[in-house]
Every structure is written in structure tokens, then in C-alpha cells.
């Protein structure tokens, strides 16, 4: 594990996947969730990202779990049965109000949904920088993927920014946090007045920068380092087979579920069976391939 954990603290091996096939795999990840609110499936869809997201950020990802993902759920599984009354099958009363069995499961449901969604965006939001965003999205629409990609770059820019300049104003005494309220709004509107002249600056000199090289000119061309390989193919494929076997399942009727007026789900059939073996196959395409990954730098190590 020595070798996995020394390979994973700097990129993912998802990270290298081309953005195509790694969108589609978000994509199919969020959808099945949120459209179809299986608890079979929700349970493998939320182990599946929350293995991935830890494998990802480590004890980060424990504290994002703990502090936040964890309560929103329990939150969420709490609030429904208090509230929706529905369901035929009545537990108890709580102050003249029905809890019914139908209601509790509803939540329960609702809260891993939220929680898997929440989770899988998380890794969405660590495996897609600016540069596979303009790569989607760049032929078809280039001019707001440019706009997307330069929001989302100046924005760790001007924090960046606002805290050099904080920090200047507090060596020559001017410190955000000191003193009376009135100094402290003086001190932190001259910090903003500081950020926006150096924003309105540097727009200037992007505008120049991009003139200069040429943007706006006809014909227009395009560049992107993401090529899609042979590993990308396989993994095309398996996705594939996982969004064929969802569609297919819940075409025949192998997955269902309903919550009201009564909860009934589809039987443990065999076709049910193969299709979860699928579906989980498909959605831990990541992890799996971080396991391969560190197999092989393994097998390379030894070889020196």
C-alpha cells in the first residue's frame, strides 16, 4: 500500500481519462440516483463515491463526510417522516401526528440520494479543471466556455490578492481586524478599493494579452492535449455496458420501487442480481482503476 498511497497523494489516475468519457461517467453517476431513488443502487452509488472521494482526499474527505455530508442526511432523513404524513403502514403518533413506515424509508431514501449526489460532485469538482471544461464545451460554444473558464481562474486569483493586500495594510497598520468598527470598515474598504483597481488592471491586461495573440481572428483553431486512448475505449466500453444494463432493467421492469401508499420493491431475481454486479462495476471504474494503476507503479518499482 506503501506504493498506492505515494501514487495517489499527487494526481488520480481518473484524472488522465479523456473529459468525454469521464463526463459521461459523472453524468451517468448523478442521473441514476436522483431519477430512478433505488435503495439498492443508492447504497452502491454512495459507497462507490464515497470510497473514491476518500481514496481522492484523504482525511479531507473524512471531515467533508463528517462535518457535513453525514448531517445534511441525517437532517433530510429526520425532516420527512415529521412532515409527510403519507403511507398506509403507521408506526406510532408524534402529538396527534402519523409516522408511517412508508414515510421513514422515503427519507431514509431521500437522504442517500442527497448525500451520494453531494458526494459525487465532490469528485466531479476535483477531476475537472478549466482546461476539460473549454476541452467539452470549447467548439461548441467558444466564447462563454471562455468566459466559464476565466471565471473560474480569477476567482482563486482574487483571494489570493485580497489577502496580499490585507497583509500590506496590516504591516503599515491598517488591519482588518483591529481596532474600532469604524476603523475596521475604513481598513476593509481600502482592501476592496485595492482589489478592484488590481481587478480592473489586470482585465486590461488580459484584454491586450489575448488581442496581441490573435483572439477573434478568423479561421479560428483549437488545441487540447487530451487524446482518447485505448484505456479510454475500455472504459467507453464499460460504460456503456453499464448505461445499457440501467436501461434495459428499468425497461423490463427488473429494478422498481414505490413508497406510497405502500413500499414495494422489485424481487432478488437473478437478472436483478447480474444487473447490480454491473452497476457496481461501472460506477467503481474509478477506484478500480486507481488499484490498477498502483499495481503497475508496484511492478515498475521492482523492475529498477
Same mark, same amino acid.
Given at each position: 500500500?506503501?506504493?498506492?498511497?505515494?501514487?495517489?497523494?499527487?494526481?488520480?489516475?481518473?484524472?488522465?481519462?479523456?473529459?468525454?468519457?469521464?463526463?459521461?461517467?459523472?453524468?451517468?453517476?448523478?442521473?441514476?440516483?436522483?431519477?430512478?431513488?433505488?435503495?439498492?443502487?443508492?447504497?452502491?452509488?454512495?459507497?462507490?463515491?464515497?470510497?473514491?472521494?476518500?481514496?481522492?482526499?484523504?482525511?479531507?474527505?473524512?471531515?467533508?463526510?463528517?462535518?457535513?455530508?453525514?448531517?445534511?442526511?441525517?437532517?433530510?432523513?429526520?425532516?420527512?417522516?415529521?412532515?409527510?404524513?403519507? !403511507?398506509?403502514?403507521?408506526?406510532?403518533?408524534?402529538?396527534?401526528?402519523?409516522?408511517?413506515?412508508?414515510?421513514?424509508?422515503?427519507?431514509? %431514501?431521500?437522504?442517500?440520494?442527497?448525500?451520494?449526489?453531494?458526494?459525487?460532485?465532490?469528485?466531479?469538482?476535483?477531476?475537472?479543471?478549466?482546461?476539460?471544461?473549454?476541452?467539452?464545451? !470549447?467548439?461548441?460554444?467558444?466564447?462563454?466556455?471562455?468566459?466559464?473558464?476565466?471565471?473560474?481562474?480569477?476567482?482563486?486569483?482574487?483571494?489570493?490578492?485580497?489577502?496580499?493586500?490585507?497583509?500590506?495594510?496590516?504591516?503599515?497598520?491598517?488591519?482588518?481586524?483591529?481596532?474600532?468598527?469604524?476603523?475596521?470598515?475604513?481598513?476593509?474598504?481600502?482592501?476592496?478599493? !485595492? +482589489?478592484?483597481?488590481?481587478?480592473?488592471?489586470?482585465?486590461?491586461?488580459?484584454?491586450?494579452?489575448?488581442?496581441?495573440? !490573435?483572439?477573434?481572428?478568423?479561421?479560428? %483553431?483549437?488545441?487540447?492535449?487530451?487524446?482518447?486512448?485505448?484505456?479510454? +475505449?475500455?472504459?467507453?466500453?464499460?460504460?456503456?455496458?453499464?448505461?445499457?444494463?440501467?436501461?434495459?432493467?428499468?425497461?423490463?421492469?427488473?429494478?422498481?420501487?414505490?413508497?406510497?401508499?405502500?413500499?414495494?420493491?422489485?424481487?432478488?431475481?437473478?437478472?436483478?442480481?447480474?444487473?447490480?454486479?454491473?452497476?457496481?462495476?461501472?460506477?467503481?471504474?474509478?477506484?478500480?482503476?486507481?488499484?490498477?494503476?498502483?499495481?503497475?507503479?508496484?511492478?515498475?518499482?521492482?523492475?529498477?
Amino acid at each position: 500500500m506503501t506504493a498506492f498511497r505515494e501514487k495517489t497523494a499527487y494526481t488520480d489516475a481518473f484524472d488522465t481519462v479523456n473529459p468525454i468519457a469521464a463526463f459521461i461517467f459523472f453524468a451517468f453517476a448523478l442521473a441514476v440516483p436522483m431519477l430512478l431513488l433505488h435503495p439498492p443502487m443508492l447504497a452502491v452509488s454512495f459507497l462507490a463515491a464515497l470510497s473514491w472521494h476518500l481514496l481522492i482526499r484523504g482525511k479531507r474527505a473524512l471531515g467533508f463526510l463528517l462535518k457535513f455530508v453525514l448531517p445534511v442526511m441525517l437532517l433530510t432523513a429526520i425532516i420527512n417522516p415529521l412532515f409527510n404524513h403519507a !403511507g398506509l403502514t403507521t408506526l406510532f403518533y408524534l402529538k396527534n401526528n402519523p409516522i408511517t413506515l412508508e414515510a421513514i424509508l422515503y427519507g431514509l %431514501s431521500s437522504a442517500l440520494m442527497l448525500g451520494t449526489v453531494v458526494t459525487w460532485f465532490a469528485c466531479f469538482n476535483r477531476i475537472f479543471t478549466s482546461d476539460k471544461l473549454i476541452y467539452l464545451t !470549447g467548439r461548441l460554444a467558444p466564447s462563454l466556455s471562455l468566459v466559464i473558464s476565466m471565471a473560474l481562474r480569477f476567482v482563486p486569483l482574487f483571494t489570493k490578492q485580497a489577502k496580499r493586500i490585507a497583509l500590506a495594510n496590516r504591516a503599515s497598520g491598517m488591519a482588518v481586524s483591529d481596532g474600532k468598527i469604524r476603523d475596521r470598515v475604513k481598513n476593509a474598504l481600502a482592501v476592496f478599493s !485595492g +482589489l478592484v483597481t488590481w481587478a480592473l488592471e489586470n482585465s486590461v491586461t488580459t484584454a491586450d494579452s489575448m488581442r496581441a495573440r !490573435g483572439y477573434g481572428l478568423h479561421p479560428r %483553431s483549437s488545441f487540447a492535449l487530451f487524446r482518447f486512448d485505448r484505456r479510454d +475505449l475500455v472504459i467507453s466500453l464499460l460504460l456503456a455496458l453499464g448505461i445499457a444494463a440501467t436501461g434495459l432493467a428499468a425497461g423490463f421492469g427488473v429494478i422498481s420501487v414505490r413508497f406510497y401508499p405502500s413500499f414495494k420493491m422489485n424481487a432478488l431475481s437473478a437478472p436483478f442480481i447480474v444487473f447490480l454486479l454491473i452497476y457496481t462495476l461501472t460506477l467503481f471504474i474509478p477506484f478500480l482503476l486507481n488499484l490498477y494503476e498502483a499495481h503497475r507503479w508496484r511492478l515498475l518499482r521492482s523492475k529498477i
